[in-house]
């Protein structure tokens, strides 16, 4: 399995983790993180990766960028848009999303093997305070089998109800972000147990001697008008099919 793969599959239970309030404010909103990525290859630490992400909110339309990639959901247009700016492409998926449509053989194949083979989450008492922000502690333990070997995940998170954000109707715009992995669709119970909006999440994963964590936290939460261009397509890229797995 590819760093490619696990990167898709810890994207998208990460996602779960912010569809956790009741309502979204009115307002635009422009939401910054930073993601620490640190990874040991049999023994050797190699250097650490340090992104930063955005996320911009507008009724029915929401962008997320980290690093060269960004994802656009156009709920007034029933389109994802995929983006990959170092190529300079992109993929369209419309909604709702049909996996047996949208999915390349390629694609079906590795989904065909991967396999979500337990999960839990456990409320923890312990709170602290992030970046101004009074944060409770959630452990989150996924196991991911693969042609028989199991892939142990552990995440951390800690979450914050006083953030002046509610996420009610945010769900509509994560969900069809969500819709592209089948993984995904068997945790949705499971991550509706935690509350508040995600601060800080630690994860870590193990995969045949490589040893992967990431550390992505929010930094700032902006309330602002959004220009309607920041959820366009850029112009001249090229469009591709869409595969998850590439």
């Avoid at 023994?43 to 997320?64: D, F, H, L, S, Y």
């Avoid at 007034?76 to 300079?88: A, G, R």
């Avoid at 602002?224 to 112009?235: C, E, G, H, R, V």
């Amino acid at each position: 399995m590819s760093k490619k793969n696990i990167t898709f599959v810890i994207a998208s239970l990460f996602a779960f983790s912010i569809l956790l309030s009741p309502n979204l404010a009115e307002a635009d909103l422009l939401i910054k993180k930073n993601k620490l990525t640190e990874s040991t290859v049999m023994g050797q630490i190699q250097p650490a990766k340090v992104e930063e992400g955005k996320t911009w909110i507008a009724k029915n339309k929401m962008r997320e960028d980290i690093a060269e990639s960004s994802i656009i959901v156009r709920l007034d247009l029933n389109k994802i848009y995929t983006i990959d700016h170092s190529k300079k492409t992109y993929s369209e998926i419309n909604l709702p999303v049909e996996i047996d449509k949208v999915f390349p053989p390629e694609a079906k194949q590795m989904m065909e093997v991967m396999q979500i083979k337990s999960s839990s989450i456990k409320e923890t008492a312990e709170t602290q305070t992030i970046r101004g922000w009074l944060c409770q502690k959630f452990l989150v333990e996924v196991e991911i089998s693969m042609m028989e070997m199991n892939l142990p995940m552990k995440m951390e998170i800690w979450t914050s109800r006083g953030l002046g954000i509610d996420l009610n109707a945010y769900k509509k715009l994560s969900g069809a972000i969500l819709s592209l992995n089948p993984f995904t669709k068997n945790l949705s119970e499971e991550f509706e147990k935690i509350e508040g909006y995600p601060v800080l999440t630690i994860s870590s994963m193990n995969m045949m001697g490589t040893e992967t964590k990431e550390r992505e936290e929010v930094v700032s939460i902006e309330k602002k008008d959004i220009p309607a261009k920041t959820f366009n397509l850029p112009k001249g890229y090229e469009k591709i099919p869409y595969n998850p797995f590439e």
